[in-house]
């Protein structure tokens, strides 16, 4: 895994083989830049050649090696995928060894990629931590609240990535977030931070879906690839400036969900660099029993009710009230008799009416992932309910013994039709590229003026 470059920063292999060289991190006051050299053939993929991560804390003290982490973190998952070669000038000797045991099991997990990436590192540094604090990766969906909840005596650091789920363009957007979360976090007496980072911005997502995303349970690479790693790394050097010596991140599935996905326990608890501790929080509790089990009681002992945004379909209201992510965590909520309108959604009395026709109709796209999520509610329905929330009860009474896989088979057919689109469209030359995106752009332009 470990190559020591030669006094020019260059190994022999260099020509041969694809490879992406980081320079040395400029520090602007809390902001680390990095530019990005690549080879040729790589070149499609980038759609930027910096790479930056905003913090909100001051970074002066740690140290270059740990600073190195949040840019290696955004890069590997593609590297391994597109057997890219990676240069750094110092990397953390722990995080270092941690990567190979991390590659190890995906490389199991999609024996199709090549993960024949060497990471060069000139100077190797073993660093350690004297952080005892917790912090919690947050995002403010159901799982991150319940891992809060579940170590709310040890006062988790949360820490929040603009970047991430939320796109850096939606400034006002991300602005209403910062509010709401401050003034949860002002409430249950616990630090907050907010990173801001181009990660999403760096790779071209689209074109990484249409190469990779078909390996994956959700079609996707953020989800089934990148996303555990990528949020992990850069929240290493504020573990340091913080002294924080474990890190927490919520589960998204149990040991059930059989498909590989970016964020599970041999990913994220193999991951460490100077003696800070990962640990993957939840991972033996369902969806529905983290909300049966840790929101209802702590609803039900402290009277309040946590503010959960789970929407990524848009980014002008906290939740849509009808994207798929919303549709699951509404019924979710209901289901335990938690009013979701306390909760940050806007549900009306029609609601589960017109849910039941969009399951009939087949409008619910469910993939792999949706398709547990749903199935693990259907479990947790009881013979009887003791409540009518919303007029939900002949919803239940209807989804308990409802077919989901009418929703399932055919969805995943139809998703796999754009992701083979987008790998013809981007195997064009650019001009033909260039000359598609015109006549798109033209005919939105007719569709928005006849409407």
């Known amino acids: 895994m470990l190559r020591k470059l030669d006094h020019s920063g260059v190994t022999t292999t260099k020509n041969r083989r694809k490879y992406i060289r980081v320079s040395t991190p400029k520090i602007c006051g809390t902001r ?12 499609a993929y980038f759609s930027s050649d910096y790479f930056y991560v905003e913090y909100d804390e001051d970074i002066d003290d740690v140290d270059e090696s740990i600073l190195y982490i949040p840019v290696v973190s955004a890069l590997i998952p593609f590297a391994w995928a597109t057997s890219a070669d990676i240069y750094v000038r110092k990397l953390d000797k722990t995080f270092l060894e941690s990567l190979t045991k991390v590659k190890m099991v995906m490389k199991k997990w999609w024996p199709r990629l090549p993960f024949s990436t060497k990471v060069n590192v000139e100077e190797v ?52 977030i910062k509010i709401v979360y401050e003034s949860f976090a002002k409430e249950e007496g616990v630090d907050i931070n907010f990173i801001k980072t181009n990660m999403r911005q760096l790779l071209n997502e689209k074109l990484l879906d249409a190469e990779f995303g078909r390996y994956g349970s959700d079609l996707s ?12 790394g850069l929240c290493a050097p504020l573990t340091i400036a913080k002294h924080i010596g474990i890190l927490l991140i919520a589960s998204t599935h149990t040991h059930k969900f059989k498909y590989p996905w970016g964020s599970h326990p041999l990913i994220d608890e193999n991951i460490s660099w100077a003696g800070v501790k990962v640990i993957h929080d939840g991972y033996n509790l369902s969806r529905q029993e983290k909300i049966r089990y840790i929101l209802k009681r702590f609803i039900n002992d402290s009277g309040r009710y946590p503010p959960l945004r789970v929407c990524y379909s848009q980014f002008r209201h906290f939740n849509c009230d009808r994207c798929i992510k919303c549709y699951r965590s509404i019924i979710g909520l209901t289901l335990e008799g938690i009013d979701p309108n306390k909760c940050g959604f806007n549900v009306d009395s029609k609601f589960f009416a017109t849910l039941k026709r969009d399951f009939i109709k087949g409008k619910l796209k469910l993939d792999d992932d ?21 007029h939900s009860k002949e919803f239940f009474e209807w989804f308990k013994d409802y077919d989901l896989r009418r929703n399932y088979k055919k969805h995943r057919i139809k998703n796999l039709v754009p992701l083979s689109l987008y790998r013809i469209y981007y195997g064009l030359p650019k001009s ?5 995106s015109h ?3 033209s005919i939105l332009l007719r569709i928005k003026k006849s409407a």
Request: glycine share 6%; charged share 25%.
């Open 32 to 43: 680390l830049l990095f530019k990005l050299d690549y080879s040729r053939k790589l070149k």
């Open 221 to 232: 690479w953020w989800g089934s690839f990148y996303h555990g790693i990528a949020l992990l």
């Open 432 to 436: 033909f590229q260039s000359a598609i």
């Open 125 to 176: 540094i073993l660093n350690r931590s004297s952080g005892i604090k917790y912090g919690l990766l947050f995002s403010g969906g159901i799982d991150s609240t319940t891992s809060y909840i579940r170590h709310r005596d040890k006062k988790p650091n949360l820490i929040m990535i603009h970047g991430a789920d939320v796109p850096l363009s939606k400034k006002e957007f991300w602005r209403k």
């Open 370 to 390: 949706n398709f547990f999520f749903f199935r693990d509610i259907q479990e947790h329905i009881p013979e009887k309910l003791d409540h009518d929330l919303y």
């Open 439 to 441: 006549l798109e752009h």
